[in-house]
T-cell receptor, first 114, second 111 residues
Framework: GAVVSQHPSRVICKSGTSVKIECRSL??????MFWYRQFPKQSLMLMAT?????????EQGVEKDKFLINHASLTLSTLTVTSAHPEDSSFYIC??????????FGQGTRLTVV | DAKTTQPTSMDCAEGRAANLPCNHS???????VYWYRQIHSQGPQYIIH???NNETNEMASLIITEDRKSSTLILPHATLRDTAVYYC????????????FGKGTKLSVIP
């Protein structure tokens, strides 16, 4: 199946700093990518839909100025957590579609804000 | 998208078949049943999907009832590596990639 790669797999940052997470579709072009967040022992929650060449669409309750999404090419979307705080510590996961019938997920990024 | 109901957890002996049920009684005619699984601290992995007919691939089989109100994912010979949370998701059209995850079923494969 298609491959979606996330980087980094885990990151620790200080409170108040910003962290960028990359999501790449390695062997296909993805006009749309999705960003999810997962807190411990909970399910994945959709944060936003990333559209190549246009603004992302955010789910209710997700601050667009805090979680900056850029989808500048058909193979790369980035999520920047700005002014991170301990409550932003979570598992962030992206997904992308290859135009067929299923979405493929990255391996996830474990963010810890200290 | 239709809501799904799955048992919270299940155990299965290694080497035996694991049968994971899912209820989706409000499913519409154009909605597909998708199954994903998530192994601890990894991203979800696609398993299989179907509309009306039973489906089989190298990972699993999907049995959908005639009225489409429920389905069962079958892992024919469960291994320890199949221990994961399994999500049954109903979405409109095979091409809608925005997935809404419920709580899923935590499958524990026991040696």
């Amino acid at each position: 199946g298609a491959v979606v790669s996330q980087h980094p797999s885990r990151v620790i940052c200080k409170s108040g700093t910003s962290v960028k997470i990359e999501c790449r579709s390695l062997d296909f072009q993805a006009t749309t990518m999705f960003w999810y967040r997962q807190f411990p022992k909970q399910s994945l929650m959709l944060m936003a839909t990333s559209n190549e060449g246009s603004k992302a669409t955010y789910e209710q309750g997700v601050e667009k100025d805090k979680f900056l999404i850029n989808h500048a090419s058909l193979t790369l979307s980035t999520l920047t957590v700005t002014s991170a705080h301990p409550e932003d510590s979570s598992f962030y996961i992206c997904s992308a579609a290859d135009g067929n019938s299923e979405a493929f997920f990255g391996q996830g990024t474990r963010l810890t804000v200290v | 998208d239709a809501k799904t109901t799955q048992p919270t957890s299940m155990d299965c002996a290694e080497g035996r078949a694991a049968n994971l049920p899912c209820n989706h009684s409000t499913i519409s005619g154009n909605e597909y049943v998708y199954w994903y699984r998530q192994i601890h601290s990894q991203g979800p992995q696609y398993i299989i999907h179907g509309l009306k007919n039973n489906e089989t691939n190298e990972m699993a089989s999907l049995i959908i009832t005639e009225d489409r109100k429920s389905s069962t994912l079958i892992l024919p010979h469960a291994t320890l590596r199949d221990t994961a949370v399994y999500y049954c998701i109903v979405i409109a059209g095979a091409g809608s990639y925005q997935l809404t995850f419920g709580k899923g079923t935590k499958l524990s494969v026991i040696p």
